[in-house]
């Protein structure tokens, strides 16, 4: 059965072989699988839009990949090359002019020269086009989301870029998979496409946790939370501790032997047993994201009764 069979007629965006190729059942995911069926059941030119590395160029190549002209070449074009020597050579086919700019003269001749028997038309860009430009040459607006707005498919995201590169790929461990969500990817797919996969070459085969994604390169920086966010969890944390201390003060300060070591111990027991599940139990990379030395957090967590054989478990 062909790979194009019932993909480039049909209207619904949810077939397996969409899903295959394009992972993930956020919105943001869904929502593009629905336009990107959309321009393949149409020959026309389309614009991919995104920021750097959400994969414009391999959307690209799957529109021509799952469409009518998949028996046609496929081309990247060349700028410095010559044009129209390239346009021929991709007749029937499908050229992509990635990062040329929206603005300049070759694109103008690109879509001036390309015809009813010319290849289709694809261009990639970042950030937005302008309405008129689109209008003028009849271009299709194709926009990919970038992680940030698809944090609930990491999972399947990674399975799905390590199973590019053996049958039997590694898995990732639960602490692995917090780790990744908990940073900012500014190079998008592209950058975690290449941690992920470095990881697993440097793990040989053995489960990638967060250890070996900081040796394969991944990012050190955690998200910037939406405005607003850190000043309002902030304030519900105050008000429950206030909350809890006035419970704990009802009957006088005289009752509750010991209280800044006891309130201490309930904020920093969690926070320590959390970092340790996310670092899979690795003291040295807990202490790092504490910022504490590696001596002080192994007293704290003597002091705490927190194993440091078991991942953050209490004795």
């Not at 028996?71 to 700028?79: A, I, N, R």
């Not at 966010?229 to 501790?241: P, S, Y």
């Not at 926070?271 to 807990?286: H, K, P, Y």
């Not at 007293?299 to 927190?306: A, D, F, P, T, Y």
Request: net charge neutral; hydrophobic share 45%; glycine share 12%.
């Amino acid at each position: 059965m062909s790979i194009n069979a019932g993909i480039g007629t049909s209207s619904s965006p949810e077939t397996d072989a969409l899903r295959s190729w394009l992972p993930g059942e956020s919105a943001a995911m869904r929502g593009f699988r629905a336009q990107f069926a959309l321009c393949l059941a149409e020959n026309g030119p389309v614009l991919l839009l995104g920021e750097v590395g959400v994969g414009k160029a391999r959307a690209g190549w799957l529109l021509h990949r799952l469409g009518s002209r998949a028996d046609g070449p496929f081309l990247v074009l060349d700028p410095a090359g010559d044009l129209g020597a390239q346009i021929a050579a991709a007749r029937r086919g499908t050229v992509l002019a990635s990062g040329w700019g929206l603005e300049g003269g070759v694109v103008d001749v690109l879509l001036g020269r390309t015809g009813a028997d010319g290849p289709r038309v694809l261009l990639t860009a970042e950030g937005e086009a302008k309405e008129e430009y689109c209008a003028r040459f009849g271009l299709y607006r194709l926009k990919l989301p970038c992680l940030a707005e698809r944090a609930e498919d990491l999972p399947v995201l990674c399975a799905h870029l390590l199973a590019d590169l053996s049958a039997e790929p590694p898995v990732l461990t639960a602490g692995a998979l917090d780790w990744i969500a908990s940073r900012a990817w500014p190079g998008n797919v592209r950058q975690l496409r290449d941690c992920v996969q470095r990881a697993a070459l440097l793990g040989g085969g053995r489960a990638i946790d967060v250890a070996l994604l900081a040796d394969a390169g991944g990012p050190a920086t955690m998200p910037v939370p939406p405005q607003g966010m850190a000043a309002e969890a902030g304030e519900n944390f105050a008000e429950a501790l206030a909350r809890w201390l006035d419970v704990m003060l009802a009957g006088g300060a005289a009752c509750v032997p010991e209280l800044h070591a006891r309130v201490i111990a309930a904020v920093e027991r969690p926070l320590i047993e959390r970092v340790l599940a996310l670092t899979d139990g690795n003291q040295s990379r807990a202490a790092g994201l504490l910022g504490l030395n590696r001596n002080t957090l192994r007293k704290r967590m003597s002091e705490l009764g927190i194993d440091s054989g078991r991942k953050g478990a209490r004795r």
